[in-house]
T-cell receptor
Framework: GAVVSQHPSRVICKSGTSVKIECRSL??????MFWYRQFPKKSLMLMAT?????????EQGVEKDKFLINHASLTLSTLTVTSAHPEDSSFYIC??????????????FGPGTRLLVL | AQTVTQSQPEMSVQEAETVTLSCTYD???????LFWYKQPPSRQMILVIR??????QNATENRFSVNFQKAAKSFSLKISDSQLGDTAMYFC????????????????FGQGTILTVHP
């Protein structure tokens, strides 16, 4: 099956610094990638939709200037948490939509990145 | 807007027995997909099963099957012969297909059900 990687798997940073998380589709091209945030034992909350070569579409309530998303190629999307604060500590998951036609729509998920802001 | 509801926060089952997880959804759309995803303690999201709304036949994948009731907007997951490795959080999810049959891929998730399989 299709593989999506995320790097780093976990990161600890100081308050006020910025952190970049990478999401890569390893064996397929992804025109669309999604970024989610998940709190312990809770559901996935969609933060934004990242389309290759265009600006990301953010969900209501998500700060665009705080969570910068770049989708520079068909295999890479990045999420940068700027001026991180302890309340940004969470588990961040990306997923990638395979570039297919027809009806077999599937999202492939990365393994997630645990962010801890001190 | 679409909503997905999983009314069972936690479930438990003995190994080798059968368990059913409930999911209901609300939408005015007629063309969509429904999914069950599994998230084990590793937190890697794994696709368990998919159902296209236009198909009347219930999807099955080995020990996993669904009961899709479109009129009732219900999509339950049955796990047969439960195994210890089935212990995970299970999410029901919904995806709209646009009029052309392709979708933007946006998933709406339910709250999740924590399933524990006991030896």
């Amino acid at each position: 099956g299709a593989v999506v990687s995320q790097h780093p798997s976990r990161v600890i940073c100081k308050s006020g610094t910025s952190v970049k998380i990478e999401c890569r589709s390893l064996d397929f091209q992804a025109t669309t990638m999604f970024w989610y945030r998940q709190f312990p034992k809770k559901s996935l909350m969609l933060m934004a939709t990242s389309n290759e070569g265009s600006k990301a579409t953010y969900e209501q309530g998500v700060e665009k200037d705080k969570f910068l998303i770049n989708h520079a190629s068909l295999t890479l999307s990045t999420l940068t948490v700027t001026s991180a604060h302890p309340e940004d500590s969470s588990f961040y998951i990306c997923s990638a939509r395979a570039r297919t036609t027809g009806y077999q729509e599937t999202q492939y998920f990365g393994p997630g990145t645990r962010l801890l802001v001190l | 807007a679409q909503t997905v509801t999983q009314s069972q926060p936690e479930m438990s089952v003995q190994e080798a027995e059968t368990v059913t997880l409930s999911c209901t959804y609300d939408t005015s759309e007629s063309n969509y997909y429904l999914f069950w995803y599994k998230q084990p303690p590793s937190r890697q999201m794994i696709l368990v099963i998919r159902q296209e709304a236009y198909k009347q036949q219930n999807a099955t994948e080995n020990r996993f099957s669904v009961n899709f009731q479109k009129a009732a907007k219900s999509f339950s997951l049955k796990i047969s012969d439960s195994q210890l490795g089935d212990t995970a959080m299970y999410f029901c999810a919904f995806m709209i297909l646009n009029a052309g049959g392709t979708s933007y891929g946006k998933l709406t998730f339910g709250q999740g059900t924590i399933l524990t399989v006991h030896p």
